[in-house]
């Protein structure tokens, strides 16, 4: 399938005025993005004759911020190309965990190592949020452990966990492009403990977890709390990312009021991926 890439830069820009955009994007139909330092890319598939360029300007976020756009048609043959040229280096986080693509050919040893077949998903350990969760999990003793991975993306973290020794792993994403990499990955690192599913956080309800991971925007982190608190075994982790360090005022406030206690926090860059200990479960 070939797609659309829009390149859309906000006036002023900050991660706050970023998730309105996605969000707004997404509810048309854009499908996948990926968060440059100085702008957003925004993925339509080619065959979506719902979206114009006449809707998209349609969209108005003034007084806030303004926006602007250019867009290129990427064919779906280049992506290899595309994120190996742009995005996609092999990575060594903590000394300890390799992320890299089939095609990478120069890359150092490590003790884990994940191979990651991009696609339109995103969550290749490049960005800071996906790195800081990724020592999160280096940290831990894992085994044995039942695990969620909300907004899981490549299903990279739900890949080092079972590495790791979890037991059982369901990883969520509400994109169709995340769900079937999580799946692909999965089986190119022969992982066969993790069960892939599209929807939100409604899609696991009624079922309890050692250890919850969400790596999402700080809007969907505020109102799921106290989803994934209902989630939680008793003395479990809730170990979330996707803020800043000015956003975890808000994100502190709510997990005080549901009786979290924190554990551990983790910064790089402002961002933050931060561990809560649910002593208290219902």
């Not at 339109?120 to 949020?129: D, I, L, P, S, V």
């Not at 020794?165 to 999580?182: F, L, N, P, R």
């Not at 409604?202 to 969907?220: G, R």
Request: glycine share 4%.
């Amino acid at each position: 399938m070939n797609y659309y890439k829009y390149d859309i830069v906000l006036t002023p820009d900050n991660q706050e005025f970023r998730e309105i955009v996605i969000a707004s994007f997404g509810d048309l139909g854009f499908e996948s993005f990926v968060e440059q330092e100085d702008k957003i890319e925004a993925y339509l598939p080619e065959n979506n004759k719902n979206v114009s360029d006449d809707l998209i300007n349609e969209l108005s976020f003034s007084p806030m911020f303004e926006y602007a756009y250019s867009k290129e048609l990427i064919k779906d043959q280049n992506w290899n190309e595309e994120w190996e040229k742009n995005y996609f280096k092999p990575l060594l986080i903590a000394d300890k965990c390799l992320v890299r693509a089939p095609f990478h050919t120069d890359y150092p040893n490590a003790e884990y190592e994940i191979i990651i077949e991009p696609n339109m998903a995103f969550g290749t350990g490049n960005h800071e949020t996906t790195s800081l969760m990724i020592e999160h999990l280096l940290e831990m003793d894992l085994n044995a452990k039942s695990l969620l991975d909300m907004g899981c993306g490549t299903g990279i973290l739900s890949i080092l966990a079972s590495m790791k020794g979890c037991s059982s792993i369901v990883a969520v994403d509400i994109d169709k492009w995340a769900y079937e990499g999580t799946i692909e990955n999965s089986k190119l690192n022969n992982i066969d403990n993790i069960e892939a599913l599209i929807g939100d956080v409604s899609s696991v309800e009624n079922t309890h977890f050692d250890i919850v991971l969400a790596n999402i925007h700080k809007n969907v982190l505020i109102d799921d709390m106290p989803k994934y608190k209902t989630l939680l075994n008793k003395n479990g982790l809730l170990i979330m990312s996707g803020f800043y360090d000015h956003d975890l005022v808000d994100i502190e406030r709510i997990a005080v009021s549901l009786g979290f206690k924190s554990h551990k926090k983790k910064i790089k860059n402002r961002w933050v991926a931060i561990a809560y200990l649910a002593e208290n479960t219902k």
